[in-house]
């Protein structure tokens, strides 16, 4: 029920993009939400990241509406930041 896509932004950044569909408990379609990730990456050690920090931003628009437009206007929205590490098993 979700498409999505990332690229590369910055040296150790990360922007994902994704586009959910929500439906009712019929499967109509109630709506489209959009979510972009902006995460960047640190800490590296042995070729690998050990941590991540960024951002989320979500906007839900109506099932009508298209969350690509510009000139779209969402009916609700959300956003949050994040941090993380890598875990290392024993």
């Known amino acids: 029920d979700g498409l999505g896509s990332a690229k590369r932004t ?3 950044e990360v922007t994902a993009t994704q586009i959910d569909f929500n439906f009712d408990e019929e499967g ?3 709506g489209v939400t959009r979510v972009v990730f902006s995460m960047v990456f ?3 050690e042995k070729g ?14 109506g099932p009508d509406e298209n969350p690509l ?3 779209g206007a969402p009916t609700s929205s959300f956003n949050f930041t994040f941090t993380g ?4 098993p024993n």
């Open 10 to 12: 910055g040296k150790r």
């Open 28 to 30: 109509s379609p109630t």
């Open 42 to 44: 640190g800490d590296k």
């Open 48 to 61: 690998r990241f050990q941590s991540v920090h960024g951002s989320l931003l979500g906007e839900t628009f």
């Open 69 to 71: 437009e510009p000139e």
């Open 85 to 88: 590490q890598r875990v290392k």
